[in-house]
């Protein structure tokens, strides 16, 4: 068996020794804010399980009022309005009725 030249020996040592990862070299300025950012994240995750959010269904908090609920909202303003000042109640105007959407109605779209 032959030896192998000392030159050789160097470049195969400094390749044989284990590589840190991708992910240490890029964490690796400040590991201590990474994980108080991880922290926080997990804090605020906790949180809004505890709450019974669910991120996948946004917008579930929001209400949603058919007209007649509106009109009797608009009533009842009215009336307060009359009991804590007869005077300017007047002055109001009287509710509004919002017109039906208009199902039967065709829109045709001509592409030239």
């Known amino acids: 068996m032959r030896e192998i030249p000392g030159q050789w020996k160097a470049q195969i040592v ?3 020794q284990p590589q ?3 992910w240490r ?3 690796w300025p400040c590991p ?3 994980a108080g ?3 926080a ?3 605020i995750l906790g949180m809004n399980l505890a709450a019974g959010k ?3 269904r946004p917008g579930t908090a929001t209400l949603a009022f058919s007209r007649q609920e509106l009109l009797e909202l608009r009533q009842q303003q009215q009336m307060l309005a009359k009991l804590i000042s007869p005077g300017e109640a007047a002055e109001t105007e009287p ?3 919002v017109p039906a959407p208009r199902s039967e109605r065709r829109i045709t779209v001509i592409a030239i």
Do not use: C, D, G
Request: charged letters at 10%; proline letters at 12%; a positive charge.
């Open 14 to 16: 400094a390749v044989a």
């Open 54 to 56: 669910n991120p996948s």
């Open 20 to 22: 840190p990862a991708w």
């Open 95 to 97: 509710p509004r009725q």
């Open 37 to 39: 950012l991880a922290a």
């Open 25 to 27: 070299e890029w964490l």
């Open 32 to 34: 201590r804010a990474w």
């Open 41 to 43: 994240w997990l804090v």
